[in-house]
């Protein structure tokens, strides 16, 4: 395992690789084991770089663990717009998510769908590509237009470009009041409908889940108590012909949907779908086991028995993500949705001109 | 400015590539008449002209196609443009270019509510979209200041944003889906009415590409349900440090406005004698919107009115209508409008660390000195992005030259406290030669590679963006 501590130290572990090189944080996100290759671990670049709370800019370095940051934000009542997902419940993981296994995953949670995934608040980034040298984009302002956005490009990209090293974020007032309003007995159909109806009001809804098991329908309010309060009452009064809806106040179980703790420890392959809402209730129609709506309808996890390729049941809606499978399934499905040919043509380019050689290819999600 | 030479053999080939282009065109679509190619000889950047060899209006993604096409095969280097609105020079031609505008392409292909998302075809303008969804309760949240001219096509080539930012994002953040031609005439489909990518998110490098990639026909963007109501603030300080203090309290306080606007003196005096706003005699004037119910803005004003007296304001008006709030931004929505009457003007663009305002605005007022040019500055606070207005007259000998220097100078300064060259209207030619005081080669290099996938004869908008001798090599080989 390489280990390096310093960007200039990894550009040249990079340079100096002579075969298929396993890019890990804290090993907490990947899907499947990788096919070989000498592990080139990140966990040895950390720390918090640069905080500005009065301009909203956090920069660390790639290993830093999540939860330092967030503790780091939370002392300055910050927080992350993405609202980013720990995979280790539904994997069974027991590593430290690191920013850059996040950033490089694009780990995003139920505010998502309104506030933007993790490149939504990348604003910069450092990263090795697969000749060993390094590169930079963007910076620490959140409004930048200046070249190509490779730091959003590689935000997502599995490490099929290049080994992140540091990110700037852009971050968002914390929150002092959380509501939930919750709905019992709705069909797919009706939630969707419901969460839609939500969605196009004005009251800012940062959390729309449909669970078919009660089945129950939540919504999110988030903001000072008052505006909470008063935001609570008028969507329960706007969605009165979508069902008897009561409001809790307190944080509720978002951070165990964001974490998707309702699949942990289940059996067989879990996946990740994403697709228009309005798509969502035929498709779980057609899903063959556990399921549970997020994104108000955006994004579906399902469950599948081992092996099946639950691609075959999207028809043409959306794309899924094989989350949790063993290796075998992995490589027989592949753990990304397949591209049509001129998107391909366009990735396999990219791929081939940031890693010339090949090293990257052996990473999870990534086509050998 | 330096643009490469034309090249003669394709001069020389002008009338057979016109007969192809017009060929797969219907008939209005190709302007090949000189006085009518005047009109594309420069966009709103107008120092510098040049008219194209014709341009080419095509009606369909079909057309698009076919004319990217033709120009591929004979080499013909292709300027994308949308409304012209550029400040950046975007889409400036070469004298052996085509230029291919999408004016014509302007519907709404679908609107789903359910969804909230809008498909149009790109050369609909920004203010149409959100009218196509006003009656719904809906709007598009990207307002560039020339939104009423603006074309969606020009918003995703320069990852336009607007004063409402800080609390929507700019157009990447809107941005679900396009339809791409590349420069050989593939039709490409990336994303779509879902979130977030399959694969690579190749939305996020074709969306600022400022048209080096491909020429985008169709798009897919968010809608956003419009909010109860919103209403400003207006803070005058005497310092601009205190203003600059201001803005970093309130965003610690927890509050994200909509919209933070700072004006400095000399644009405060010019837009209040041009408007009658009625604006504070002050050094630093600050306009805070928040957006909510009635009860909600209240809640927000009153805590950020807090803030704002702490640090002993010259003048603190807080809306509490319609009528106020529109007098509040009467003068700033005219700034622009303003400051040409009195002058000329270069207006910037350039981004900085909030936390660096005053540092950078006694910067300014250093080399405003040292240049004997006034600069008046307006730009948005929450998000550091700056448009200092270097003022002068055209009609003196080389005083463009010296504001264009002023500028560069200047752009400098945001990349070395920690911005950049620009926040919002792009490089285009106009910042192309700074882009080395912001990038390393290799960053550069990395960003060139993607136009090697994309347009791989570099054939598309040419001498933009990359400095032309960081670019020669590729383009070099292009022309072989």
């Given amino acids: 395992m390489l280990e390096p501590v310093s960007e200039s130290a990894l550009a040249q572990a990079v340079r100096g690789a002579d075969g298929p090189l396993a890019i890990r944080g804290g090993g907490t996100r990947g899907g499947a084991p990788p096919r070989d290759g000498t592990v080139l671990s990140v966990a040895g670049l950390t720390g918090i770089t640069l905080y500005e709370p009065g301009a909203l800019t956090l920069v660390a370095r790639a290993g830093t663990p999540m939860a330092e940051i967030d503790a780091a934000l939370e002392a300055e009542g910050q927080r992350l717009a993405f609202e980013p997902w720990d995979a280790r419940a539904v994997l069974g993981r027991d590593g430290v998510p690191t920013l850059g296994g996040c950033v490089a995953t694009n780990a995003s949670g139920p505010r998502r769908m309104v506030a933007g995934a993790a490149r939504d608040s990348v604003i910069g980034m450092r990263f090795v590509d697969g000749t060993g040298t390094a590169v930079k984009s963007g910076g620490r302002v959140m409004k930048n237009v200046t070249g190509l956005d490779l730091a959003k490009l590689l935000c997502g990209s599995r490490g099929a470009l290049g080994v992140i090293t540091e990110v700037s974020l852009k971050l968002l007032p914390g929150i002092a009041a959380t509501a939930t309003l919750a709905a019992d007995g709705l069909s797919p159909d009706a939630a969707v409908a419901a969460m839609s109806a939500a969605l196009c009001t004005p009251y800012e809804v940062t959390g729309a889940v449909h669970d078919p098991a009660g089945p129950r329908t939540l919504l999110r309010l988030e903001g000072t108590e008052a505006s909470v309060s008063y935001r609570a009452d008028a969507l329960a009064r706007a969605l009165s012909r979508h069902g008897d809806w009561r409001a809790e106040h307190g944080p509720g179980p978002w951070a165990d949907l964001r974490d998707a703790r309702d699949f942990a420890g289940g059996a067989g392959d879990l996946w990740r779908i994403s697709l228009r809402p309005s798509d969502a209730p035929a498709t779980v129609a057609a899903l063959p086991g556990r399921w549970r709506m997020d994104w108000g309808g955006g994004l579906i996890w399902a469950e599948a028995p081992e092996g099946t390729d639950l691609r075959a049941a999207l028809a043409g809606a959306g794309h899924a993500t094989l989350v949790r499978a063993g290796a075998d399934t992995h490589r027989a499905l592949g753990t990304l949705h397949p591209e049509p040919a001129p998107v391909a043509r366009l990735t396999d380019g990219l791929r081939a001109r940031f890693d010339p050689r090949g090293l990257f290819s052996a990473h999870p999600g990534v086509p050998a | ?480």
């Fill in chain 2, 1 to 480: 400015m330096q643009m490469p030479t034309p090249d003669t053999a394709i001069l020389s080939r002008r009338a057979a590539v016109l007969r192809r282009l017009a060929a797969a065109l219907p008939e209005p679509a190709l302007i090949s008449d000189p006085a009518a190619l005047r009109t594309y000889e420069c966009d709103a950047l107008t120092a510098y002209r040049c008219p194209p060899m014709a341009v080419v209006l095509p009606g369909s993604t079909q057309e698009v196609s076919a004319c990217l096409r033709i120009c591929h095969e004979e080499g013909v280097p292709v300027v994308p443009r949308g409304s012209g609105t550029s400040l950046a020079g975007g889409a400036l031609p070469t004298a052996d270019s085509i230029i291919l505008g999408v004016s014509r392409m302007t519907e709404v292909l679908e609107t789903s509510l359910a969804d909230r998302i809008i498909r149009v075809q790109t050369g609909i303008t920004n203010l149409s979209v959100s009218g196509a969804v006003e009656d719904d309760g809906f709007f598009y949240a990207p307002d560039p200041s020339s939104q009423l001219a603006c074309a969606i096509a020009g918003n995703i080539a320069m990852n336009s944003g607007g004063a409402h930012c800080l609390k929507y994002g700019v157009t990447t953040n809107n941005l679900l889906g396009v339809t791409l031609v590349l420069m050989d005439g593939t039709v490409v489909e990336i994303g779509g009415g879902h979130m977030d990518a399959p694969g690579l998110d190749l939305l996020s490098v074709i969306c600022g590409s400022e048209g080096q990639l491909g020429v985008v026909t169709e798009a897919m963007l968010r809608i956003l349900p419009r909010p109860e109501g919103a209403r400003p603030v207006l803070i005058g300080y005497d310092s601009s440090e205190t203003a600059g203090q201001c803005v970093s309290d309130i965003i610690k306080a927890g509050i994200l406005p909509v919209a933070i606007e700072f004006m400095d003196r000399p644009c405060i005096r010019a837009t209040d004698e041009f408007s009658g706003a009625g604006y504070p005699d002050c050094e630093a004037m600050l306009i805070v919107e928040v957006e909510g119910s009635d009860p909600e803005i209240d809640e927000q004003l009153g805590i950020i009115s807090q803030i704002a007296r702490r640090l002993d304001p010259v003048e603190l008006r807080v809306s509490g209508s319609a009528e106020e709030s529109a007098r509040i931004w009467l003068g700033r929505k005219s700034a622009f409008g303003a400051m040409g009457q009195i002058n000329d003007y270069i207006c910037l663009d350039g981004t900085i660390p909030v936390s660096e305002l005053p540092a950078m605005l006694r910067g300014i007022a250093d080399l405003s000195g040292r240049y004997g040019l006034e600069v008046a500055n307006v730009f948005h606070a929450g998000d550091g992005n700056m448009h200092p207005l270097i003022l002068f007259d055209a009609n003196a000998d080389g005083e463009l030259e010296k504001a264009e220097e002023l500028g560069a100078e200047i752009l400098t300064l945001c990349v070395k406290v920690g911005g950049c060259l620009t926040g919002e209207h792009g490089v285009g030619v106009e910042k192309r030669d700074l882009m080395e005081t912001q990038f390393d080669p290799a960053d550069l290099e990395a960003q060139m590679r993607v136009k090697d996938v994309f347009d791989p004869g570099w054939l598309l908008n040419p001498a933009k963006v990359f400095p032309l001798s960081v670019s020669a090599g590729r383009r070099g080989i292009a022309a072989e």
